[in-house]
């Protein structure tokens, strides 16, 4: 069995429409591989005293 290579692409930063990014992927997107994995970061400065 042939084994498909994808295509690797590196992580990239930028900003975003914070609703843009939480909205979901449908279904038909999933099925079809058109969707993006979308991490969040956040800094929460807490006074350490």
Do not use: C, F, H, W
Not at 1 to 30: D, F, H, T, W
Request: cysteine-free.
């Amino acid at each position: 069995m042939k084994k498909l290579k994808r295509k690797r692409i590196r992580p990239s930063l930028a900003p975003g429409n914070k609703e843009a990014l939480e909205k979901s992927a449908s279904k038909e997107e999933i099925q079809t591989g058109n969707y993006t994995r979308v991490t969040t970061l956040s800094y929460d400065e807490v006074d350490p005293s």
